[in-house]
């Protein structure tokens, strides 16, 4: 199928303001050229445009070039649009076909973390991971991410929490695991996903038997799984 056609122009003035939301703060004429490969001769017409709009301003009107005010409001609304379940979805479909095991989504519930969503892989494994199943905070590997990150919510609800030791080397490592935690011979690790605000919105939760499941923490299934929650939050903001 043919790709679509689109404006030259707009997509190569687009370089320059990638360039400004992947720095994240103001950057001289030179230095944003530059970024988006491009000369400084050629990038000024494209930001005077992109003032007037209000997509860039410019500090002192002869200082470093930063996002303007309708970047951000475009920004905020997008934001308000993002729905993290509805985004993360289509996310555990592929990883369950590219891992083999089955996938699923656990956000926080009135009960602890509470799985929403189940993509079963190509074998799936017969267990409880069914929508409403909620998850131990002590014993399986969503849990411990919730437990890590939401530790006063897990607080309340006075069940046995991992200890100090374990949550750090939770968030050091960026994933929890399980291994014959709850259910013997079965397995799992989990991601989190966080939101703007640095909160943690979401678990991506991949499950299988212990006997063909990598737990390693350098292993490519964990890689997996931290590279997915890594877009997810990035596109929710974080």
């Not at 969503?117 to 069914?130: C, D, L, N, Q, Y």
């Not at 939760?205 to 997810?232: H, K, M, N």
Request: charged share 20%; no cysteine.
């Amino acid at each position: 199928m043919k790709e679509p056609r689109g404006i030259q122009s707009i997509e190569v003035g687009g370089q320059l303001l990638l360039a400004l939301a992947h720095h994240g703060r103001p950057m001289a004429l030179k230095d944003l050229a530059r970024e988006a490969g491009m000369t400084p001769a050629k990038a000024h017409p494209y930001l005077v445009s992109f003032i007037k709009l209000g997509l860039v301003e410019q500090d002192g009107g002869s200082g470093p070039y930063g996002l303007g005010p309708l970047a951000l409001q475009l920004g905020l609304i997008s934001l308000q649009q993002y729905d993290p379940v509805r985004l993360a979805t289509p996310v555990i479909e592929e990883l369950a076909l590219r891992l083999g095991h089955t996938v699923a989504i656990a956000v926080w519930g009135t009960r602890g973390p509470t799985i929403v969503r189940v993509a079963e892989g190509p074998t799936p494994v017969h267990i409880s991971m069914r929508h409403g199943t909620v998850m131990s905070l002590a014993g399986t590997a969503s849990g411990r991410l919730f437990a890590t990150w939401r530790r006063e919510d897990a607080a309340m609800l006075g069940e046995p929490l991992p200890d100090d030791a374990a949550t750090a080397a939770v968030r050091e490592a960026g994933l929890a695991t399980s291994r014959d935690g709850v259910v013997a011979g079965v397995s799992a690790a989990a991601a989190p996903v966080f939101d703007a605000a640095g909160r943690l919105v979401l678990a991506l939760t991949a499950i299988g038997p212990s006997a063909s499941f990598d737990t390693a923490l350098d292993g490519s299934l964990a890689a997996a799984l931290r590279e997915a929650a890594g877009q997810l939050s990035r596109r929710l903001g974080h």
